[in-house]
């Protein structure tokens, strides 16, 4: 039988699949120009919903919460740092397909590998080193465009892709030092309090942001608060879910279970390219397929050995 912290791992990516393709209908259908704010709009929305997670937790578990400012730093680094991979990934999708992007998350495994060598005693070895770099060529291979013969990489997506990488690795192992330190009610609160004050600080210091939710709240209020609270719901489990896995299992190995995400979404994405064309875009001329394909299966084949190494 399988160990809980696969099975609820696993649940957790599928929850994962859903919300990002949410994401990508949000950014196309309201958040696709200057006027309806992208990224940041979004996510101030997302921030916006972390109260719903925050009063459920005080609802159902207010007991257990350790309000101490020690445990509550860390859970609330670790919520700021969730809202600062949120941002990265949200500016990736724009700039490229759900395909592509989505795939980079199997570097999460790397960089938690890392932070749990620092942070909670774990440390790498040869197989997981030769994993991590075959990982980091499927990424390249992905990120690779391909213009009038000649062979260029998105530079831009890449990095922005791998930030978002390191830090939802850091906020889950920062997450586990707070659970580990209370519990796990009580790192989640902390964990929405934190994410709620990354977005209220967009909201505060960034104008344009600000401007340009407001705006598009006025205008669109029903159909925004409808369709991104359905997203968030998603989302927020899916977060919730393999932040409980992270917990009673070995971090590398939990996010190494991002492996199956990538086949998903790009199934998945074909799907919704046919059915609703004008949100959903893939490129699927014959090189990009090849194209995702090898980086796909690459990236697959180093997360499996990964997860046989760890």
């Not at 007991?63 to 609330?76: E, H, Q, R």
Request: include cysteine; aromatic fraction near 12%; hydrophobic fraction near 55%.
């Amino acid at each position: 039988m399988l160990p809980l912290w696969v099975i609820l791992g696993l649940g957790g990516v599928l929850f994962s699949v859903f919300g990002t393709m949410f994401d990508k209908y949000l950014l196309e259908r309201y958040f696709n120009s200057k006027d309806q704010g992208g990224p940041g709009a979004l996510i101030i929305f997302s921030a916006l919903f972390a109260v719903t997670v925050v009063l459920l937790v005080v609802a159902l578990r207010y007991s257990a919460i350790d309000f101490s400012l020690t445990v509550g730093a860390v859970g609330i680094s670790a919520g700021v740092i969730n809202g600062l991979w949120i941002l990265m990934y949200l500016h990736a999708m724009i700039r490229a397909d759900v395909s592509n992007v989505v795939p980079l998350f199997q570097t999460v495994p790397i960089f938690g590998l890392v932070f749990g060598a620092a942070i909670l005693g774990e440390y790498l070895t040869g197989p997981q080193v030769l994993a991590a770099l075959v990982i980091m060529s499927g990424a390249i291979v992905l990120m690779c465009k391909i213009d009038s013969g000649r062979l260029g990489l998105d530079v831009t997506s890449m990095v922005l892709m791998l930030g978002s990488s390191s830090c939802v690795a850091l906020s889950q192992v920062v997450f586990k030092s707070a659970a580990v330190d209370a519990n796990y009610w009580t790192a989640a609160f902390w964990l929405g309090v934190g994410y709620m004050s990354f977005g209220a600080s967009l909201y505060r210091f960034v104008p344009t942001y600000r401007r340009q939710f407001l705006t598009l709240f006025s205008k669109r209020r029903l159909q925004i608060i409808g369709v991104n609270a359905l997203n968030e719901v998603f989302d927020t489990a899916g977060d919730l879910i393999i932040l409980a896995a992270v917990v009673i299992g070995p971090v590398a190995l939990v996010q190494s279970l991002n492996a199956y995400e990538p086949m998903f979404i790009f199934l998945l994405s074909l799907l919704l390219m046919h059915l609703w064309p004008s949100y959903f875009q893939e490129d699927i001329s014959t090189s990009a397929l090849i194209q995702k394909f090898s980086g796909i299966t690459i990236i697959v084949f180093g997360s499996i050995f990964l997860y046989s190494a760890i």
